[in-house]
């Protein structure tokens, strides 16, 4: 009980120093709030929306709050660090100091496989008239794999859309911690007046942090947060694009094989119709031989194409993160949606709604608070000291003792990390600037490409197919009425099996192009994702970001 009551005197000594040198009101700067939300994936038109929900549209208004150890005291941090104009840019505005963030989302969670999305994948095994090519004949029993059902299934399982998660959630994590207040800590002492050991003093201490420092601290944070954010929405992005890609490589490999298979049939009949003629005594030796070499050419070039098949079957299912993805056919036509890109509308959608300009945005308003954050380390925290003694002879008396005391910034004026923080603002502006261009010139490069491609789309479809397949077939006429010879027949069967494959790999390069136009020129759905937490002071027990 004397314990007790020795203990109740100092916490009521320290506590009542403390709210006298302003520890109430800057709890009270940290009133309720809550911590920064989980990443979610959005369209690509949401990404320039502005408000709370400018990386997460659609947030639900509940938000979950996590406690800080204090049951009535919770942290926000600002959440209207971006906002967008009427063109859709979204700039950055003024830090006004308020302490709120987006609610976690909990309808955005990361799951593994349904069992439904297991059945349509199929049983693990190759169907037998699959495993002989991905564009001959297939049993109508089997399920066409769709590129929604790719895209879902890569929401589920690509392992980079949970490490993206994961980063958030540091961010998050980093937020919290370093705007926590310094534990108090507590100290007793024997001592001896008339008697050894006839006294016990007890002391509770108490650092008050001062200069808004816990404040800057988190809002450092908020903007790291943001830019964590932004970042988890470029890798869905890549994601996105990458399944997308893939799934025109296998579609452009199943086409191929499709071609190699017609052109290996017709072939074969080359070789049966020059060995009848040559039965007929029609044709010399010497065109049975060329037939048949042309026969074995193409059954080169048809395994290869069920390599290269497999291959990107392979790569698909690596993007979408099954790597034992079950053999299917795929539902679609490369020549479906053919793409029109508009180099204006494509440049200013790249400007306004890029993630990797975003996140870079949001380091300069980190940067630009962490400047602040550093020009206020210098004014000293109030250091308290409370206590309460007895002497055991005379329990009459009770001794009481308040101190109290702060470090004279003297010598050291934080001069050193201000500077480095005006670098750091003005490096990070600077990248922007660089990030810009360098988006400019990548969309330069990429566009280009496109416009070859579709170049050679349109030729290929509209006068190249139809005359070397009407070539083929006055030539087939020709030598069967014994006009032309069959060297004549081979050399019109190689252009049009060249022609086609040309078709489908101009078919594949447009439609890739386009894909990583209209996706903001993200791709490389398996990139390692980097951790780049901004630096923040830390105050108290409270550690740097990412520390």
């Known amino acids: 009980m004397k314990l007790q009551s020795i203990l109740q005197h100092a916490l009521t000594g320290i506590f009542g120093c403390a709210a006298f040198a302003g520890c109430h009101g800057l709890q009270k700067d940290n009133a309720r709030g809550t911590v920064p939300s989980q990443v979610v994936r959005v369209d690509r038109s949401d990404l320039a929306r502005s408000g709370k929900n400018a990386v997460h549209d659609g947030a639900p208004d509940d938000q979950t709050r996590i406690s800080n150890g204090d049951k009535n005291s919770h942290e926000q941090v600002p959440n209207d660090t971006k906002q967008a104009n009427s ?55 089997i399920p066409l794999l769709s590129l929604d059902e790719l895209q879902h299934l890569a929401a589920s399982t690509n392992p980079t859309l949970q490490q993206a998660q994961s980063l958030v959630q540091q961010a998050r994590g980093n937020w919290l911690q370093v705007g926590l207040y310094p534990n108090p800590s507590i100290q007793g002492e024997g001592a001896a007046n008339n008697a050894p050991m006839d006294m016990f003093n007890m002391y509770v201490k108490q650092d008050i942090v001062t200069g808004r420092k816990l404040k800057l601290n988190r809002a450092v944070a908020s903007h790291d947060v943001h830019r964590a954010q932004w970042e988890a929405e470029a890798q869905n992005l890549r994601v996105v694009n990458e399944v997308q890609i893939r799934y025109i490589a296998a579609l452009g490999a199943q086409q191929q094989v499709t071609v190699a298979e017609e052109l290996l049939k017709v072939a074969q009949e080359g070789v049966r119709i020059s060995e009848k003629l040559l039965a007929g005594e029609q044709v010399s030796e010497a065109d049975v031989m060329q037939a048949r070499l042309q026969r074995g050419h193409t059954q080169i070039l048809l395994r290869n194409a069920q390599f290269r098949a497999a291959a990107t079957w392979k790569q698909l299912g690596n993007i979408v993160g099954w790597p034992d993805l079950p053999l299917r056919p795929l539902d679609g036509h490369l020549e479906d949606d053919v793409p029109d890109v508009n180099w204006d509308i494509a440049y200013q959608q790249l400007l306004s709604s890029s993630p990797l300009i975003n996140a870079a945005k949001s380091r300069v308003a980190a940067a630009a608070v962490q400047v602040r954050r550093e020009e206020a380390q210098p004014t000293p925290n109030l250091q308290l000291t409370s206590g309460v003694g007895r002497d055991f002879f005379t329990p009459q008396y009770m001794m009481y003792t308040l101190q109290f005391g702060f470090t004279l910034p003297t010598f050291n004026r934080n001069v050193g990390n201000v500077t480095a923080a005006v670098g750091e603002l003005h490096a990070a502006q600077s990248e922007v600037d660089r990030l810009e261009l360098s988006l400019r010139n990548k969309l330069a490069s990429t566009f280009r490409k496109y416009q070859t491609a579709r170049n050679q789309v349109i030729t290929y479809r509209d006068s190249i197919l139809p005359t070397a397949e009407m070539n083929l077939s006055l030539t087939l006429k020709q030598y069967e009425a014994g006009e032309l010879d069959f060297l004549r027949v081979l050399t019109a069967r190689r252009d049009l099996f060249e022609a086609k494959i040309e078709y489908v790999n101009a078919l594949i390069d447009m439609r890739t192009t386009a894909i990583q136009i209209e996706g903001l020129l993200l791709t490389g759905g398996l990139d390692p994702l980097d951790s780049n937490p901004t630096p923040s002071n830390h105050a108290g027990q409270t550690a740097s970001p990412g520390n």
């Open 87 to 141: 063109t859709g840019v979204v700039k950055l505005v003024q830090w006004n100091e308020s302490d709120e963030l987006p609610s976690p989302d909990p309808s955005h969670q990361r799951l593994a496989p349904s069992d439904h999305e297991l059945s349509m994948a199929g049983d693990g095994q190759v169907p037998p008239q699959l495993a002989q090519s991905l564009g001959g004949p297939r049993d109508s029993d």
